[in-house]
C-alpha cells in the first residue's frame, strides 16, 4: 500500500501541522484539507497549510489514499459520517484523537467495510486554530496506533510508515490501556490545571489581580494547560469517563494522604513523596520528552 494523498479534515492545530509536517517531511505526498468554519478553511488557505484547502468534504476525501479525522473526539462519528460516501475503497481513515476506545467504535460503527486505524500522536501545545500548526510539531513525539484486531497489517505498516516520515515514534496499544494511560499522563494534569486555576480565580482573600501579578513558576505553567481548547478536552472527558473516573479515584485517595501528612506534620512521608517524584522528572528529561531549560525548552512557533 502507498499513500500517494492525504485528506485532513479539520484545520486547526494538529490538523495544520499535519498538513504542514507532511509537505516537509513527505513531499512526494499531495494533501487536502477541509473544515465545515469556513474562516478557518480561509486561514488556513492564506496560511498554506495544506495544498488544496477544499470547500466541501468530499472534495477532500475523494481518491484520497489516507484520510486524517483531526476534528475533536465528540465530533468524530458525524465528521465520518458526512465523508463516508465519499470514501474510495481501500482508503485508510485514521484520527488525532486522545480518546481511542470510543473513537475506534465510532468510526467503526459509521464506516463498516473501509479500513479503519484509530491514532493518536502525543503531541501538541495549548494554542489553537490554523495559525497555530507548525511542521516540527510530531518530532521525536509518540504516536500511538490502536488498530482493532482485525486490522490489515499492510495498512497499520503503511499508516506507520506515514507517521515516522513526519518525525514521530510508533506504539502499537490496545485501545483501553492507551486510554488508562493517557488518563494519567494527560487527562488528570490537565482537569486539575482547569481546577487550580479555577480555584485560584474563585478565592475571595485574594483578588484577581493579585493571582496573575504574582502567578510563580508552578501556577504559570498550570495557566499554560488550562488555556487548552475547552471544546477538544470537554470531549476527551466525556468521552474517556471510565478511564477518567478511575485515575481520579486513585488521586484523591493519594491527595487525601497527603493531606493527613501535611496535618501530622509527617516531613519524612513529604520527603519521601518529592524525592521519588523528582526522579520521574528527570527520566521524563532523560526519554528526551522534554527540556531541563528553565522555559522547558518551549519556544513560540506562531
Known amino acids: 500500500m502507498t499513500i500517494e494523498t492525504v485528506a485532513i479534515i479539520g484545520l486547526g492545530l494538529l490538523g495544520g501541522s499535519v498538513g504542514l509536517a507532511t509537505m516537509e ?32 468534504i468530499d472534495a477532500a476525501v475523494n481518491d484520497a489514499d489516507l484520510v486524517i479525522l483531526c476534528v475533536p473526539v465528540g465530533a468524530m462519528e458525524a465528521a465520518a459520517s458526512e465523508l463516508a460516501p465519499h470514501l474510495k475503497q481501500g482508503a485508510i481513515v485514521s484520527d488525532v484523537g486522545s480518546s481511542k476506545e470510543s473513537v475506534g467504535k465510532a468510526l467503526s460503527r459509521t464506516l463498516p467495510g473501509h479500513t479503519v486505524i484509530p491514532a493518536h500522536p502525543v503531541a501538541g501545545t495549548e494554542q489553537s486554530g490554523p495559525e497555530a500548526g507548525f ?10 496506533l490502536t488498530p482493532p484486531e482485525d486490522a490489515d497489517e499492510e495498512a497499520v505498516k503503511t499508516l506507520s510508515e506515514y507517521w515516522t516520515k513526519l518525525g514521530a515514534k510508533i506504539e502499537i496499544m490496545d485501545a483501553k490501556h492507551h486510554d488508562v494511560v493517557l488518563a494519567v499522563t494527560s487527562h488528570i494534569p490537565h482537569l486539575i490545571a482547569y481546577t487550580i486555576v479555577g480555584t485560584a480565580s474563585d478565592l475571595e482573600e485574594v483578588t484577581r489581580s493579585e493571582v496573575i501579578k504574582y502567578s510563580a513558576g508552578g501556577f504559570r505553567d498550570f495557566t499554560r494547560i488550562a488555556a487548552s481548547d475547552p471544546v477538544m478536552w470537554r470531549d476527551v472527558f466525556l468521552n474517556n469517563k471510565e478511564a477518567v473516573l478511575e485515575v481520579l479515584g486513585r488521586f484523591s485517595e493519594d491527595l487525601s494522604s497527603l493531606q493527613r501528612a501535611i496535618r501530622s506534620g509527617d516531613g519524612d512521608k513529604l520527603h519521601d513523596l518529592f524525592s521519588r517524584t523528582r526522579r520521574i522528572r528527570r527520566e521524563v528529561i532523560e ?7 528553565p522555559d522547558f525548552g518551549r519556544k513560540d512557533h506562531n
Open 25 to 56: 517531511h513527505a513531499p512526494g505526498i499531495a494533501t487536502r484539507g477541509y473544515d465545515r468554519d469556513p474562516q478557518v478553511r480561509e486561514k488556513a488557505a492564506a496560511r498554506g497549510i495544506v495544498g488544496e484547502v477544499c470547500d466541501t
Open 287 to 293: 526519554q528526551g520528552q522534554d527540556d531541563e531549560r
Open 135 to 144: 511542521a516540527s510539531l510530531f518530532t521525536n513525539r509518540w504516536c500511538i
